[in-house]
Nanobody, 129 residues
Framework: QLQLVESGGGLVQPGGSLRLSCAAS????????IGWFRQAPGKEREAVSC????????NYADSVKGRFTISRDNAKNTVYLQMNSLKPEDTAVYYC??????????????????????WGQGTQVTVSA
């Protein structure tokens, strides 16, 4: 059974950094694209970043480009989201998710949360002085 577990969230001051991890089990990890999404109170869940199964294709929301970096280690079944220069508006619960097909054909060109069928429980990121 597919399981995704996020970790690495916490409280950080503006301008600080955090690295989130998404550990997967129960799937052939290297066949799946993985997306990071976030949801702030009272707002819709939005896509933050995505990485294809091989790691060769990535996608970032405009609001995080140049500050966040997604990467994956298929040997460890883990995807990372390095978040630098954090802003208060980055405060949200961050979720990772696996694409719904698991056939190495999702290249993160247009990231839609409806394309992701399995989700982790989320990790809270709070950016505040």
């Amino acid at each position: 059974q597919l399981q995704l577990v996020e970790s690495g969230g916490g409280l950080v001051q503006p301008g600080g950094s955090l690295r989130l991890s998404c550990a997967a089990s129960g799937i052939t990890f290297h066949y799946y694209a993985i997306g990071w999404f976030r949801q702030a109170p009272g707002k819709e869940r939005e896509a933050v970043s995505c990485i294809s199964s091989s790691g060769g294709s990535t996608n970032y929301a405009d609001s995080v480009k140049g500050r966040f970096t997604i990467s994956r280690d298929n040997a460890k079944n883990t995807v990372y989201l390095q978040m630098n220069s954090l802003k208060p508006e980055d405060t949200a619960v961050y979720y990772c998710a696996a694409d719904s097909w698991g056939n190495s054909n999702y290249y993160c060109r247009a990231v839609n949360k409806a394309d992701f069928g399995s989700w982790g429980q989320g990790t809270q990121v709070t950016v505040s002085a």
